[in-house]
């Protein structure tokens, strides 16, 4: 029988075998099956399985065949030729009216800060595949007359202004990201909006794809029927694509057919338009028209069957060359063969004054911006993840080639978007050989150093078990800032981490933010904490409560007055005056699991109830509340004060290590 990670693929009169991981075809089961015992590990597999258990639970709850059965309805009612359109109004947001909001949202914002900033509008709103389900995403350029704030004062600025005004709630300040950025709910029209202030980049991103979806109807509609198709799936969310990732896909494979000149061809007529050393110039002048005979399905077909076969572990996506390149001999040699994205590096720092970070060739996905050469937009995507993409893809790409399911667009896209995982399931039940049992003692030893392995209860967040019943753990991803790195830099910390036996910066990195964490759980929140689990990489702890000490919480401080200073003077008034108000009086009880990845580069943490707690991580139960409150206050945590107190920790594990 086939392996769960692994699908067959009919080529010509010869039906090969293909490995999920690399996309290395084979002539037998027993020759793929011996290859991912060899080259793969087992834990891709492993989280492979928990996440279609997931997809399982989801597309089998009753919200999800409630949605089936609207569409087949709707597909059914289609005239010839237009199931696609109805597929896309299903799901497809309204522009006219979400640029109404947009205007909604920017008059206000605009008025409120008197001037001092112009509001610009960037993702789905502006390359026009915004879903029903699509947010807003902001970009505040500050005014240059007077002169401009500073980037740190406008964010504070506008915090402020969003956490006073009666036009929106629920304002989160995601201070650490890539891009920072403030996150918030405009009430009037119920919309969540990004907003960011450091990075005009993705304004100029955005424009292109705009105006790029716009040259055809055709490649709107891919573009749009690909991102539904994503959606439904799960191929988007955290560990996964992002929809920006997907849409420079898209532009490959336009590309590779042909259909889209690369970008550097696209630049190469006109004058180059240059933002801190990137060049984000272009003219679609140069772009052949589709033929008149290609349909969307047929783009549709040809996205699916060219990526079934890229070997994503040994490959970069490319839309500014137009092709898919090779890690190793593009990448991976000094000097190597792409001399645009040397120079683009040196003009950035020059730009800017600092060496930008190089690209992430590490990570199991690779894919180039189309624009800004360095920055891989496929780093979110873990190697369980690209196992999952990969078989969806294969799957699809025999749908949409099977001659029959072609004839008839209302069962082909039916399949896609909700039978498609059907087919998923029946692989992973099929027959596997079982593994050893390990004693309990080497298991330990196993799970204290996974590469961000998900523990055994852990589902993706917010995964319902059943329509209506509460999610079963909700994660929030922590990655190390430019600006983080740079407070552990530090001469005295260099000194007391070289030599030998010394550990990266990330280590550091990741052992101050778990100093981080537990100060805010039990000294911040007054949380009763039970250490289940105790490693180095793997934390596991009971919490539990009677008391909301985390809501409406102040992050304005005086002058002079440290972060963690003034949220502790804050809980001892807590402490004081809300045990008496029965408004505050909560049951929170649940589990806390913190898991590092093996390279110190990322924390996960998740958030999960105990077994027989009615109100789980339903939307306003304790839990889901004190998550919610966790992840803003870390995001407005400033690391810097943490690090400058805890360098002595790293001072003392230095000279246990030597």
């Known amino acids: 029988m086939p392996a769960p990670a692994s699908e067959q693929w009919d080529s010509g009169d010869v039906v090969v075998q293909v490995c999920m991981v690399c996309a290395a075809p084979f002539q037998s089961v027993q020759d793929c099956l011996a290859h991912e015992l060899l080259k793969h590990s087992s834990k891709p597999q492993k989280q492979l399985r928990q996440r279609l258990n997931a997809i399982t639970k989801l597309f089998t709850s009753k919200q999800t065949q409630s949605e089936r059965s609207e569409l087949q309805a709707v597909l059914v009612q289609s005239p010839p030729g237009g199931h696609l359109r109805a597929v896309l109004d299903f799901y497809a947001s309204d522009l006219r009216e979400l640029e109404d909001y947009y205007d909604q949202v920017r008059n206000c914002i605009e008025k409120e800060l008197k001037g001092k900033v112009k509001v610009y509008p960037f993702g789905s709103l502006v390359t026009g595949l915004a879903l029903k389900e699509s947010d807003i995403d902001l970009y505040l350029q500050p005014c240059d007359d007077p002169p401009p704030m500073v980037h740190k004062q406008l964010y504070n600025k506008v915090s402020n202004f969003l956490r006073r005004s009666k036009c929106f709630a629920d304002v ?79 532009i490959v494979s336009l590309q590779v057919q042909n259909l889209l000149p690369s970008v550097k061809e696209l630049q190469s007529f006109c004058p180059p338009e240059n933002l801190c050393g990137v060049n984000y110039a272009y003219t679609l002048h140069l772009m052949p028209p589709i033929p008149n005979r290609m349909s969307t399905q047929e783009l549709i077909r040809n996205f699916f069957v060219y990526y079934s076969t890229v070997d994503f572990q040994k490959s970069v996506v490319s839309p500014f060359l137009g092709c898919v390149l090779d890690r190793e001999t593009t990448f991976g040699t000094p ?9 683009q590096l040196q003009a950035m720092e020059e730009a800017v004054g600092e060496r930008p970070e190089a690209f992430q060739l590490d990570r199991s996905m690779c894919v180039q911006d189309p624009f800004e050469l360095q920055h891989n937009v496929a780093k979110s995507v873990s190697q369980s993840s690209l196992c999952y993409l990969r078989q969806c893809l294969i799957l699809a790409a025999q749908a949409s080639s099977d001659p029959e399911l072609q004839a008839q667009p209302s069962k082909l896209y039916d399949y896609l978007l909700f039978g498609l995982t059907d087919k998923l399931v029946a692989n992973q039940h099929k027959e596997k050989p079982t593994p050893p049992k390990q004693p309990k003692k080497e298991l330990k030893h196993e799970v204290a150093n996974l590469p961000m392995t998900e523990p055994k209860a852990a589902q993706p967040e917010a995964v319902a078990t059943e329509h209506g019943a509460p999610p079963i753990v909700r994660t929030h991803f922590i990655t190390p800032t430019t600006n983080d790195l740079k407070c552990l830099r530090s001469s005295e910390l260099t000194l007391t981490s070289s030599g030998e036996g010394a550990r990266p910066i990330y280590y550091y990195w990741m052992s101050c933010y778990v100093d981080t964490i537990k100060d805010v759980l039990a000294q911040l929140y007054v949380l009763n904490i039970e250490s289940l689990t105790d490693e180095p990489y793997y934390h596991r702890w009971r919490i539990s409560s009677s008391l909301d000490t985390w809501t409406g919480r102040s992050f304005q401080r005086g002058s002079g ?98």
């Open 172 to 250: 989160f300040a995601i201070r650490h990201a890539r891009v920072p950025i403030i996150r918030c709910k405009h009430l009037l029209t119920g919309l969540s909006i990004d907003i960011n202030m450091s990075n005009p980049n993705s304004t100029y991103n955005s424009k292109f794809v705009g105006e790029l979806m716009r040259r055809d109807e055709r490649l709107r509609q891919l573009g749009l029927f690909l991102k539904i198709w994503a959606k439904k799936l799960k191929l988007i969310g955290h560990g996964s694509m992002t929809s920006y990732c997907l849409v420079s896909m898209i």
């Open 335 to 343: 000097g190597g063969g792409f001399p645009e994205y040397e120079a």
């Open 561 to 658: 007055q440290s972060f963690f200073a003034h949220q502790l003077q804050q809980t001892i008034e807590f402490m004081k005056t809300r045990p008496a108000n029965p408004a505050y009086a909560v049951n929170l009880r649940g589990i806390l699991t913190l898991l590092a990845s093996d390279d110190y580069k990322e924390i996960r943490l998740d958030v999960e109830p105990l077994p027989g707690d009615l109100l789980g991580l339903q939307r306003n139960s304790p839990l889901t509340k004190l998550f919610k409150a966790f992840k803003n206050l870390l995001g407005n945590y400033s690391f810097k004060e943490k690090a400058s107190t805890w360098k002595y920790y790293a001072k003392s594990d230095q000279r246990g290590a030597q």
